[in-house]
């Protein structure tokens, strides 16, 4: 509720005004404007819009990335005290990345993070989810526990398809995992104050062979439903037998690029294509027709 910042009256000839000091980073705001015909008199201030500022790179140091090229899922839990009204995760998954917050999309416009096609010794690009609704959900049906997800794929950094050939990255040496992810997730409590809850570098993060089993940018992915596990991403999961997990691995060589903020619209969904037929030719064997 506190004010950041008021520029006073400013006379321009364009609706272009620039702050004397960037703001604090990964710090949530609210703005309006009020404006003055030439009489002087004042408009109602507007709605107030809200923005977030990106978190600086230093941010991310100490915080390591996990990932490995036999499992392609994560998880963690953690718990939210009483005076936690609302949270924000930061994440950069690559190179294809999928988040799921109790058994829920992190968010309703996108299914997926993007990670873009760039080169992961110069600049990384991460997501910022604004994680309230899951912190008031967790509340109500979880007792405060809250669990996320990560599900990953090889995207533009599939090294069998896309082999990395700028010098500047052979020369680095390392970076042999594709499929990799780093987070931070912060809370903001009643008083305002804001903390790191957990990051990657926890020990609480897990990690398991997902039904997956094969994916590609052209190739599509192969999908073996026996490998599924019910509610893996919500709270209070309990690995049955047949689900292998173990400590998620660190990676010691993961991308050495700049953290960067992500621009980038979300990947979401478009439509969905119902088969006009399903033909069982022999045991195991399944054909599903669509339509062009």
Not at 11 to 23: Q, S, V
Request: glycine share 10%; charged share 20%; with cysteine.
């Amino acid at each position: 509720g506190a004010t950041a910042h008021d520029s006073g009256l400013k006379t321009t000839p364009e609706p272009f005004y620039e702050l004397p000091a960037p703001l604090p980073s990964g710090r949530g705001y609210e703005w309006s404007v009020t404006w003055f015909d030439a009489a002087g008199r004042a408009s109602p201030p507007s709605e107030p819009a809200a923005f977030r500022t990106a978190l600086a790179d230093p941010a991310w140091g100490g915080v390591p990335w996990i990932g490995s090229n036999a499992t392609n899922v994560y998880r963690t839990e953690v718990s939210l005290d009483a005076t936690v009204t609302g949270a924000t995760l930061y994440i950069c998954a690559l190179g294809y990345g999928k988040v799921s917050v109790n058994g829920q999309p992190v968010t309703d416009e996108g299914l997926m993070t993007i990670s873009g096609w760039t080169n992961n010794e110069r600049m990384n690009l991460y997501e910022t989810y604004d994680m309230t609704a899951h912190v008031q959900e967790a509340a109500r049906a979880h007792g405060g526990a809250m669990a996320i997800g990560v599900s990953l794929g090889h995207g533009w950094r599939d090294q069998s398809k896309f082999p990395r050939k700028d010098p500047k990255e052979a020369a680095a040496g390392g970076d042999t995992v594709d499929k990799v992810f780093r987070a931070i997730l912060q809370t903001t409590s009643k008083d305002g104050t804001t903390r790191t809850l957990t990051t990657t570098a926890a020990p609480t993060w897990t990690a398991a062979a997902g039904p997956v089993t094969a994916d590609g940018t052209y190739d599509g992915e192969t999908y073996d439903a026996r490998k599924e596990m019910p509610g893996w991403d919500v709270a209070g999961y309990v690995a049955d037998a047949t689900a292998a997990w173990t400590p998620a691995p660190v990676v010691s060589d993961g991308p050495r690029g700049k953290m960067v903020a992500s621009a980038m619209p979300p990947v979401a969904l478009d439509k969905i294509v119902k088969p006009i037929g399903i033909r069982n030719p022999q045991p195991g064997m399944f054909v599903v027709d669509y339509v062009k």
